[in-house]
């Protein structure tokens, strides 16, 4: 699947998923982790479709003003980003007639003809229209007017998937946000994000739940781009999604702990962290134009903590969850004081994972209360 999407909440946000698919089914996918050396096996039961063999960063700043994301041909995409680099990447300002003249030229000549014709582009600029966006190339166009995300677009064989999910959200749905009043100078952005990692939130929702995914709890992991309050575009470097579950029936035990994924963006690979039978596996997507070989990654000290944390709770019965309570908290990742979720590593190395009891009291009040408004949907 590739879906690159735009929304206007505020401030305009650029995002899509890393994942690389081709025709399946096949036997074992390119995805290598510790716990799969081999590549992860594909379940014999999967639908033939497009499965996900590899990832790579799809989303692009060009320059302080421009940013782009692309879809199709993994063949093709990294030609076309290149030369958008190299006509843009000094020019942090141009004007609208600019770009398109860019796109009118780059269909004359055959081979960048082709190239455009298996390649979708969106486009994030102040010089463009749409609320600061254009499309181009081969794509799966898909367009709409909210409320909470202003006008959105999504390319790419999920765009109907996501604007799915911006209609949904657009009703009233369940969901908060937090930023202490002494954090808003320094992350003032926050509010635009917030809205934009709910959308998130919900997407890996979806495929932490689905029964299509290659292998259990695969969130496809997401690049985010936004916009800064001095009119720059700047890359969401790190968030941490803590997955948990709160079954009715079994009330006494309180919300449950399901997984931890963790989000960290470097210069040469962006690495996900995610829990899988207790242990934690590491993905890396380098750029799409980065070259076919093997890089080698430290990971360092890593910091399950993030500077965006986003607690994804599912309330349901037996097995069936409704769509979930979404916290998003703006907080310090190193004031253990202050957060919401806080996270370490034992002597041992293994993952801990401690919740601030008040709030996690008033969040079991919120989601019981979410659920008794739809109780008769169990009855």
């Known amino acids: 699947m590739t879906v690159i999407f735009h929304t206007n909440a505020g401030a305009p946000v650029l995002a899509g998923d890393m994942l690389i698919s081709v025709p399946g089914p096949v036997a074992y996918t390119d995805l290598r982790l510790p716990s799969y050396p081999n590549g992860i096996a594909v379940p014999s039961d999967v639908v033939p479709g497009h499965l996900p063999i590899l990832m790579r960063r799809k989303v692009f700043i060009v320059n302080d003003h421009l940013a782009v994301g692309v879809a199709g041909s993994v063949f093709h995409a990294p030609n076309f980003v290149s030369d958008l680099f190299r006509e843009f990447r000094d020019r942090s300002e141009f004007m609208r007639d600019e770009l398109t003249g860019f796109f009118e030229r780059y269909g004359s000549s055959e081979d960048s003809q082709e190239t455009l014709e298996q390649t979708g582009a969106l486009v994030l600029a102040k010089a463009t229209d749409w609320q600061g966006s254009l499309t181009k190339g081969l794509l799966n166009e898909r367009k709409v007017v909210t409320r909470r995300f202003g006008r959105a677009i999504a390319i790419g064989t999920g765009a109907d998937s996501v604007i799915e999910q911006i209609q949904r959200l657009d009703n009233d749905t369940e969901w908060g946000s937090t930023q202490p009043p002494d954090g808003a100078d320094q992350f003032p952005e926050?509010?635009?994000?917030?809205h934009n990692l709910i959308l998130l939130g919900h997407l890996y929702w979806k495929e932490f739940t689905s029964r299509a995914n290659v292998f259990d709890a695969w969130g496809g992991a997401y690049d985010l781009v936004y916009q800064d309050s001095n009119g720059r575009f700047r890359y969401l470097d790190e968030y941490t999604i803590v997955l948990r579950l709160l079954d009715m029936d079994e009330l006494d035990k309180g919300i449950q702990l399901s997984n931890v994924v963790k989000y960290e963006r470097r210069a040469e690979v962006s690495l996900m962290a995610m829990m899988n039978n207790g242990k934690l596996d590491f993905f890396g997507a380098k750029d799409l134009t980065s070259s076919g070989g093997p890089i080698s990654v430290t990971i360092g000290d890593l910091s399950m903590n993030s500077k965006v944390n986003m607690s994804i709770i599912g309330?349901?019965?037996?097995?069936?969850?409704?769509?979930?309570?979404?916290?998003?908290?703006g907080l310090d990742p190193t004031d253990e004081g202050r957060q919401t979720v806080f996270m370490d590593f034992d002597d041992e190395g293994?993952?801990?994972?401690?919740?601030?009891?008040?709030?996690?009291?008033?969040?079991?009040?919120?989601?019981?209360s979410y659920f008794e408004k739809y109780a008769h949907r169990w009855a």
């Open 315 to 329: 309330v349901g019965k037996g097995n069936r969850y409704m769509l979930p309570l979404i916290q998003i908290d």
């Open 350 to 368: 293994r993952l801990r994972v401690f919740f601030n009891a008040e709030h996690d009291k008033w969040l079991e009040e919120q989601a019981t």
């Open 190 to 194: 926050f509010g635009t994000l917030a």
